[in-house]
Every structure is written in C-alpha cells, then in structure tokens.
C-alpha cells in the first residue's frame, strides 16, 4: 500500500476515531445526568404530592381529583396510590410516544430511571404509599437533537479536516514523487539530481540521493577524462590536436565504404608553404601557433556544416572532411575567409595553398588523394591564394538543379522508403538489433544514404525523411517482430515540433515501440544537449531505446549524459580498426565498456570487419559488434 493511502486512511481512521468517542462519551455523559434528574425529580414530586395528600379530607373524591391535577399538571407516565395492604386505590397512567426519535436510538440509550415513592398519613396512621414516574419521551428528545447537533458540527470539522489533510498531503506528494522518481532513476542507472524538499526526512533523502550522483557525475568526468588522455594520444597530432594522417584516412576511407550520410561530401586541403623557413622567421613557438590555428579555424569551417574531421597528413598539409557537403562554391568561399583572416592574425608573409575536392560513394582513397595533390600543385603556383575546386572526373549526377533534387525526393519518399538491413550481434552470435539505414527510389533504382542525404539536408526535408522512416521501420517492426535500429538527424532533433508529432505517432504504435532503436551521432547529442534531453525524456516512457553512434571524439563528456538513461552507445570504428594488435586501443576500449557497464548501457562496437577483431572486443567486455564483417 502505498505512503499516500496509509496517510488517508489514518486521517480517516483518527477522525473517525474521534468522533465516535466523542459521541459515545457526549451521549454516555448525558444520560447518566438526565438519569439523575429525573429520579431527583420523581423523588420530589412523589414526596410533595404525598405531603399535599397528607393535609387533606381522606375521602376518595379529593385523593381522585388531586392525583389528576397533578397527573395533568405534568409529565409523568403514571402515578399510583397503594393502600398499606397493597391495594390500588388510585392510579393514573399514559403511554409515551416518541415518534420523532429512532427506536434504535431509544433501545441503544434505555434510560433506567427509578420511580419517586413516599408515604401518605392519616393522623398518625398510613393512610398509603405514593409512586410517581416521569415521563422520558423529552429526555429522548432532547438526546437525539444534541446528537444530531455533534455529528453535523463534527462533520463540517471532518470535511475542514480533510481539506486540510488533502492541501497536506498534496503539499507532500510533489516531492515525494520527485524522490520516487529519483529513486527509480538511480535504480535504473540514470543518476538525476532534484531539488531538495522543504520537509526534512525527504530532504536528507534526496541531499543523499544527489550526492550519489554527483560523485557517480565526477567519477564519470574524471575517468573519461583518462581515457581521453589515451584517445588522443593514439589518434591526435601532440602538437596542433589534429587527427593523425593514419586516423584521418581511415575515417575517410570508411566514409567511402560507408552507406550512410557519410558517404559523400567534400574534402578540403590546404598547404603551409616553406614552412622550414617559417620556423625560422616566426621560431619554433610561433610556427606551433600558426599550424593550431590553422587547425582551429579548419574546425570551425567544419562545425558550420555538422560533424567534420580535422587531420594533419604530414608536417606541412592539413585536410578536412566535411561529410554530405554538397555546395563546394560556398564551402571554398568559407575556407578562404578562415585562411585570410589566419594570415592577417599571424602574417601577412604566410602562404596557405588549398584545393577543394568532392567524394562520393565509389570513389577511392587513393583516387582522391591524387586528385587533391594534382590541384595542389596548380594552387601553389597561383599567387591571389583563392581555393581551387578540383576538376576531376565528370560525375553522372541524378538531378542537376536544386528544383529537381527537390521534386525526386519529394517523388521517392511519397513512394516509400525502403529499409537495409545489417545486423548487431552479441558474443553469442545473437542479435541484438538490424541497423536500417534508408534507401529511397530514384531514376530506377534504390540509392543509399550518400547520394540523397546532402540533398535532404540541403531542403531541410529532414523531419520528413525521419518520419518515413519511423513508418517504414514500424511496419517492418509489425510484419517481422525484429528489433530495428533507426537515425535521427539533426535538424529534427533541434524541431520541437518534430518530437512532438514523433512522439504521438509512437504512441499510437503500442507495443511496437518495443522493439525500435533510434540512434544520433555523438556530436549531435553533444552539442544540443538540451534538444537531445527532451528526446529522451519524451521517448524513454515508451519504451524506445535510444542511444548514440560514432561515439569517440568526444566521449569525455559522456558524464553530462549520466542522467539520461542511454540503452547503447557505439563506439567509432576508428578506435575498433586493428584492435586485435594495440595495446592502446584495448585499453581505452574496455575503459569506454566498463564506464558504459557502470551506467547500464550497451557497448557496441561499429566498422568490425573480420574475426579476429570481433573476438578482441569481445574479450575487452563489449556487448555487440557491427560492420562490414558482421553476418
């Protein structure tokens, strides 16, 4: 039963308590003194109506007529004249009616009141003995309506009572609930901290319960800190915290194999030219300056069209991938205002060389790196340092204005979206769920991700496609009973609306939603926390599993995420590529399961290609493998 209910019922109990002692003691009370005066009174009447008798003529006439004055003068149920020998001289009577009292009532309280006796004289002889009872109709009366009397004043207290009680107990139930739901939260793993109640018992709980999660809260921060250490030892250039030549191409080359978003955009290479003599001119320090910057202000061209890796290839050249990046003009235009304003913070002397490329799903690593090395070299040779636009291979493209991109994408998801199919396995072989990236129908046949998704972002047709989706996989989810993992971009994150009308839908998908995952990249819930927080507190009471992918840049903040009730995150493939044989990554990997382990949340690894890599990460305490190996 819950505290709620006890609280209630005793209330209920107390005042219910109180009222029938109250009424039992009142009524009891009563009685006991209605008793008493009425025998004082019977007494008294019997002896002044026995001394009136005394005085007079002892014929029968005047005994009659003064026994019925007296009889009628007031309220009595009978007076009798007995002669000494035992005789009924005299005797009047009267029945009591009580028509306006419960007869239950009357037999409950019974009063048992003896009747007045005294002696008449005649002379010094005794002439008779008197007995005289009161009528009790009155008394009943009189009982009944200061009964009726408390219980209306005790009810009108009650109801007082119980307002007072529901204001109380209203008062308590919020943080009450709030502890509840805290409780639930910690037990789940979901270290939330709440506000701490005015009363006191509650407050120490919930001091303590906060306390607990902020400690797990630090915990987390400064073990993914550590773990960051190591990550971007192995993956990150010491000097500018770019990504190593060896990690930057294995992103890119994923990104070509890759199914998703991620499978086509713009890659982005720029050159410091005579940069020995810079060191000499600017000295080792000032050159380290320079090259940060140049990285920083690469970053935040990136930032500016979404998730964005930043690599030095060697001393020299720096290259950014930018992923769904479709319009290279405006790309190149905002390269050349980073590097101007770069040259006109450091020196004016600095000479930024920088090629801009596309990729495509299909293209080749080493296909596109010689293409930005061929236009390097053009772009070296050029002296207003503008960003060259590589003019590679003509590409066969589906549509060729923004108009007609606009009305085959429109066309493809009208027609329905169509779902892949790869699956995430546990150490058993088991699944755990299908990752459904989506393909739509356009110019005969099914495109992946990396030839639409640029588009869509580009149209902001985001919330739509997402929609689509979440059809395509609800149905799948209904005719197959299969766990389905589905994405959500960013955009839609960001779109109150879009959640809402997100979350009615689920609603009325019932059980199915028991079966969805839905995934975001770890840069995206990162850097709009707040969105990501309203879409896992919208979708977590419905049973939705939500979780983060590519996670691994950035998952030193994963502490800020502690509260939130995350069902899986996939770690990056660049921290599972070759795990079978470094150290590095085996440490950092089971430190990133474990911390995951401690918060209740599924590590999976993504890009896992062969045998030997799964087993790895499997012995590392990983709970499922995906990629290209995976069957």
Known sequence: MSLIKQLWLTVIAILLLAFIGSLTISVTSSRHYIEQEVQIKNADNANALALSMTQLEKDDVSMELLVAAQFDTGHYRRIELRSPEGEILHLREAEEHIDDVPQWFINLVSFEVSPGQAVVQDGWSQYGTLTLESQHSFAYRTLWRSSLEMTGWFALAGMVSFLLAWWIVRTIRKPLVDVIQQAKSISARRFTTTEEPYTLELRQVVRAMNTLSGAVHEMLSEETSKLDVLRRRLQEDTTTKALTRESLLERLKRNLESNSHRASGALALVRVEQLAELNETLGRRGADTLLTSLVQHLREVGEHYGDADVGRLNGSDFMLIIPSATDLESVAQALNTHLNSLKASINDDVVLASVLADYQEGDTLSQRLAALDSTLAAAEARTDCLTMITQGDQRHALCTTQEEWREAIDQAMAAGVQLASYPVRDSKGGLIHYEAPSRLYMQGSWRNAGIFMPWVHRLQRDD????????????????????????????????????????????????????????????????????????????????????????????????????????????????????????????????????????????????????????????LGLDGITGPGVK
Not at 507 to 527: K, N, S, Y
């Open 464 to 619: 739509a496609l997402d929609m689509a989706v979440l059809e395509a996989a609800l149905t799948h989810i209904s005719k197959h009973h299969q766990p389905v993992g589905i994405n959500v971009s960013a955009r839609s994150l960001r779109d109150v609306h879009f959640i809402k009308h997100l979350t009615q839908r689920l609603r009325q998908a019932g059980r199915a939603t028991q079966w969805l995952w839905m995934e975001l990249p770890e840069h995206v819930a990162i850097h709009d926390l707040a969105s990501f927080r309203l879409l896992c507190r919208e979708l977590q009471p419905l049973g939705v599993k939500v979780g983060l992918e590519h996670v691994g840049s950035e998952f030193n903040k994963l502490a800020d995420l502690h509260d939130l009730g995350l069902s899986f995150l996939k770690f990056d493939a660049s921290l599972v590529s070759g795990i079978e044989s470094s150290t590095d990554q085996q440490t950092i990997l089971r430190g990133m399961a474990t911390l995951a382990h401690s918060l209740g949340i599924l590590a999976i690894a993504e890009g896992v290609k062969h045998e030997a890599e799964a087993e790895a990460l499997f012995d």
